[in-house]
């Protein structure tokens, strides 16, 4: 017998009224107890007339009717003392059936021992028991897979139900089988298995067959009919995702993944049946790395904790996942106040701004900074708030000065004055080897937070991260409003490439890097392989379906063509984590600072040095 996750109709009763309910079950069971005393019954008749070989005539009656009726007695009784008919394992599946196998074997023992006791009474040969055994366990497993066939056909679903292939063969796979077959309003119906596994290739799971690899997947979608596919992986590789894709583009076939295994298991109303359809998020994205909870809940937990920038994309998960942490008291600070509502509503269910927990005020007044900080005395700071759009901040150096270098400045100098032991200070991908504004902005604010670090002795640190999916004013908006409107999608260059990682992904990290981190460091998440940009502009046009036209604009003044991760002459040493690397950048004096030079070179040019980083004198940097 194979297993299964549903009660039969005896389990789970049916409409009606709570007596009906609670007869429902109890009349199966009953019933089933009726079966198996026949069961008895015919497994002796046919042990003697084995053991007698044919010649029934020497049965003697009244020994047959005694045994049978110590056997149909004892199975009621073991079988009670067992729970074997009180409901308490699920109908058909192997729990059940390793019961039913110990309660015969104990019934058997019974019989042969009364046989034994009383042959000369009953006149009963002392074999009859070990012969009837087997018969008895055969013909008990068959009612109830007779039963199991027939449940099983009243609850398939209907006509209506999409024919579906589950990619996957294994534990989640046989689970989402089993589900759909047993739901009768399911709107998935099985038709065919795909496996990789060689070992697989005649594999059944609750008769739905392996029909082939996932190279075969044009031939049996063909073959089939098939209008789904399911990936059945709890964490699918993006690479997993974009092959299937690729081998499915233009049969007319809708490609569905399951939540990740932590939001299933996790309480979150997500489960086995909780598909949704492949996102560009998933053909581009990877597995988030995995947060050490007890370090991070150690420096978090029970502690005053302050975001800046809380109201952007960054900033607003970074609440979430902070406030799961049990933080003393969250203060979000921003200067969008539609930004910090919508936060605040995100945690609570509640924007009405009038708490304590948000703070509207901009990292560019220092004064204002410094008393909030004196005032509210945060613990653990992440600082969020930034400038980040290369075109424009090249257009206006002058504004990622002030934000994103003297904003980060100001929040450093409140947090000292705080006394704040723990600090984070959001950076990017493009302070590696830096060509823009923005680049070489967020660079400065990354030594400016090493010198405080080094100054102070603290836990100051910096987490460089490349392209968020998802994030306000990322790619992937874009690209989705420039579809919905009809085209052109704009594409710089048809060689460009960039990393991605997801918003969660980017708020591990820097959760994390609180926890491993230390003073001066910049920790940088490894993120596999670099993202082909045409790539993933293609793979959203033929999601939508549309015939959208591509234009290559031209690399902007200040881009790249491949982003670094890591600039020249730092170490990508992992002493932590595997997927976390340490670097040291050096640490810059806020006394050096020189906005004339900054506005005379636009922040760019007196990086040329010939390490391509650190110039000759730290001035302007």
């Not at 309660?103 to 009963?124: G, K, M």
């Not at 739905?208 to 073959?223: A, F, T, W």
């Not at 708490?355 to 969020?384: Q, S």
Request: hydrophobic fraction near 45%.
């Amino acid at each position: 017998m194979t297993q299964t996750n549903n009660q039969d109709p005896a389990r789970s009763g049916g409409k009606g009224n709570s007596d009906a309910r609670s007869e429902k079950p109890a009349l199966w069971l009953w019933s089933q107890y009726a079966f198996d005393s026949v069961a008895w019954i015919v497994a002796i008749l046919l042990a003697l007339i084995l053991r007698y070989e044919l010649l029934v005539n020497q049965v003697y009656v009244p020994g047959v009717v005694a045994i049978c009726a110590v056997a149909v007695v004892t199975q009621l009784i073991i079988g009670m003392s067992f729970a074997l008919y009180r409901g308490r394992y699920s109908f058909g599946s192997f729990h059940e059936a390793r019961l039913l196998v110990i309660v015969t074997v104990i019934v058997s023992v019974i019989v042969l021992l009364v046989s034994v006791a009383l042959f000369t009474v009953l006149q009963i040969p002392r074999s009859v028991g070990i012969i009837a055994f087997p018969f008895a366990c055969m013909f008990m497993a068959s009612t109830r897979y007779l039963k199991r066939m027939y449940v099983e056909s009243k609850t398939k679903p209907g006509e209506d139900a999409q024919r579906t292939l589950i990619y996957g063969a294994g534990f989640l796979g046989n689970s989402l089988v089993g589900r759909m077959i047993q739901d009768r309003e399911s709107p998935y119906f099985p038709v065919g298995l795909i496996d990789d596994d060689p070992a697989k290739k005649h594999l059944r799971l609750s008769t739905v067959p392996v029909l082939g690899r996932v190279e075969d997947l044009p031939e049996i979608i063909s073959r089939t009919r098939a209008s789904a596919l399911v990936i059945a992986f709890s964490e699918v590789e993006a690479a997993q995702v974009r092959r299937v894709s690729d081998l499915v583009a233009g049969l007319n076939i809708r490609v569905l993944v399951l939540p990740p295994l932590r939001d299933m298991l996790g309480g979150s109303g997500t489960g086995l049946t909780d598909f949704r359809e492949v996102a560009v998020e998933d053909l581009i994205g990877r597995r988030p790395v995995d947060i050490h909870a007890d370090e991070v809940a150690g420096y978090i937990s029970g502690r005053k904790v302050l975001v800046t920038g809380a109201g952007g994309s960054i900033g607003s998960e970074l609440c979430r996942q902070i406030a799961e942490f049990g933080p003393a008291e969250l203060i979000m600070l921003d200067r969008d106040e539609t930004g910090l509502q919508s936060t605040q509503i995100s945690l609570t269910g509640r924007g009405l701004l009038t708490g304590r927990d948000t703070v509207l005020a901009d990292i560019r007044e220092a004064d204002t900074l410094r008393e909030i900080f004196k005032d509210r005395r945060p613990e653990v700071v992440f600082h969020a708030a930034a400038l980040k759009h290369v075109s424009l901040l090249e257009q206006y150096p002058e504004e990622a000065w002030k934000t994103n270098v003297l904003g980060t400045l100001n929040v450093l100098r409140a947090a000292e004055v705080a006394g704040v032991g723990n600090f984070v200070n959001i950076s990017t991908d493009k302070a590696a080897n830096p060509t823009s504004v923005l680049g070489h902005s967020k660079r400065v604010a990354e030594k400016l937070t090493a010198w405080t670090a080094g100054l102070h002795g603290k836990k100051y640190v910096s987490v460089r991260f490349g392209n968020v999916i998802g994030s306000r004013g990322s790619m992937l908006p874009l690209f989705t409003e420039q579809i919905r409107v009809g085209g052109p999608l704009t594409v710089t260059d048809p060689e460009v490439t960039r990393f991605f990682m997801t918003i969660p992904e980017a708020c591990q990290l820097v959760i994390q890097a609180g926890a491993i981190g230390r003073g001066g460091e910049v920790l940088l998440l490894d993120m596999g392989e670099p993202v082909k940009i045409l790539d993933v502009a293609r793979r959203m046009i033929a999601m939508s379906g549309k015939d959208i036209e591509i234009v290559f604009t031209g690399l902007r003044k200040g881009e790249k063509m491949h982003e670094d991760l890591v600039g020249i002459g730092e170490d990508d040493a992992r002493p932590l984590h595997p997927k976390i690397s340490h670097a040291r950048v050096s640490a810059l004096d806020p006394a050096m600072l020189d906005l004339r030079e900054w506005k005379t070179k636009g922040g760019i040019e007196q990086f040329n040095a010939g390490s391509g980083d650190e110039p000759s004198q730290e001035k302007g940097a």
